[in-house]
């Protein structure tokens, strides 16, 4: 069946899984993800104007590579799957697209070649691919994480397998896997001399995107490692309290009520995962010929408010907790904002929200909403 995106219009596996190329992957839900990425790449060619080569690193049915193409980029589509590798070279000529398609293993062609852009999109875990992406990649590394369950901590031993870290299953599980996957790309990174300053990240449905400017030198790569730390989360008040370093030193009991169901994850990204100039960049060059610019524009507009505290609040869950019923949003933010404290919207869900203040702080100034 044909799927028109953008300016591109590609053939794909009928979703009855019949016909010509049924073993290729295609999802549609993942047009948010593409349709987000080619803002991305015209607000970051206009960062880095010399960035010109790109890499689709699991092409498929090669519709991220044509879009890409579409835009101007010198597109290398790769997969390992013979039919995926016809299905883009058709695609991609019948769009007169010019773009490389590559029968390869990705992480042996990541080890030889260098691209300016390689965008992972795998199934589940990015993190078999990321050292290879490393090594050659000069300028901004995109990527998915689709195993959000290992990331968020519902899955424990499997996310501490693929991340090397120890991930939670707490109130902002998504935030969670947010920081979990930031922490790995950063060491990953690090054993390349690479640091990574993430431009934009949001955790959607089923899935963790971030876009990584990257810079090859030891001492940004510590930098990087330097905004490494772990996040201390009681379950009985729902205390959470950051440290940065990567030796952790997790209490004993919890130091607002004294429980000792604290909860320690990481090691977890606590800086900033997204920068405010360049999403706002981002959603001005979002254009109506995408089929989610108004999802894509919304995200923006709430990522580029959003506050850098490493962890985000539900607003029903503390009034659960408080024994009261919820308020509108925007009235509770404002009544945190009058008492003296930064409040912000988080993209994570309509009730979640990040501020400076505590939670017994949050209930003072919330009590009369």
């Not at 044509?66 to 790769?78: D, L």
């Not at 090397?164 to 790995?184: C, K, Q, S, W």
Request: overall charge negative; glycine content about 8%; charged content about 25%.
């Amino acid at each position: 069946m044909d799927v028109t995106e953008g300016n591109v219009t590609v053939s794909v596996p009928a979703q009855d899984g019949e016909g010509t190329h049924e073993s290729v992957f295609f999802n549609p839900v993942q047009e948010f993800n593409r349709d987000l990425t080619v803002a991305v790449l015209r607000a970051y060619r206009e960062h880095e104007e010399r960035a010109d080569t790109y890499l689709d690193a699991m092409t498929a049915s090669g519709i991220r590579g044509a879009r890409a193409a579409a835009e101007g980029w010198n597109v290398t589509c790769c997969d390992v799957d013979e039919e995926a590798v016809e299905l883009a070279r058709e695609n991609l000529a019948r769009n007169d697209l010019d773009a490389e398609v590559v029968h390869r293993n990705v992480n042996a062609l990541m080890h030889e070649d260098y691209f300016d852009v390689v965008d992972l999109d795998p199934f589940g875990t990015p993190m078999p691919f990321a050292d290879a992406a490393f090594a050659n990649t000069r300028d901004l590394l995109c990527v998915t994480a689709t195993d959000t369950a290992p990331l968020c901590g519902a899955h424990f031993d499997s996310g501490v397998r693929s991340y090397a870290a120890v991930p939670r299953n707490t109130d902002y599980h998504a935030e969670m896997g947010v920081r979990i996957l930031l922490g790995a790309l950063a060491r990953a990174g690090a054993r390349w001399d690479t640091g990574i300053t993430p431009l934009l990240t949001h955790a959607t449905n089923h899935y963790v995107r971030t876009y990584l400017d990257l810079s090859g030198r030891a001492t940004d790569a510590n930098e990087s490692v330097d905004e490494l730390g772990f996040l201390h989360h009681c379950e009985d008040c729902l205390r959470r309290e950051p440290e940065q370093g990567l030796i952790p030193h997790p209490p004993e009991t919890c130091p607002r009520c004294d429980g000792n169901r604290v909860l320690t994850a990481g090691p977890v990204w606590l800086g900033p995962y997204r920068d405010p100039e360049f999403v706002a960049d981002v959603r001005d060059r979002v254009t109506d010929d995408m089929g989610t610019a108004d999802r894509a524009q919304d995200l923006c507009d709430t990522l580029e408010a959003e506050l850098d505290e490493p962890s985000h609040y539900d607003q029903h869950r503390l009034c659960k907790l408080w024994g009261r019923g919820a308020s509108g949003m925007d009235e509770f933010l404002d009544a945190l904002r009058e008492s003296g404290f930064a409040a912000s919207r988080a993209h994570y869900g309509g009730t979640t929200f990040k501020s400076d203040a505590s939670i017994p702080e949050m209930e003072a100034a919330t009590e009369d909403r």
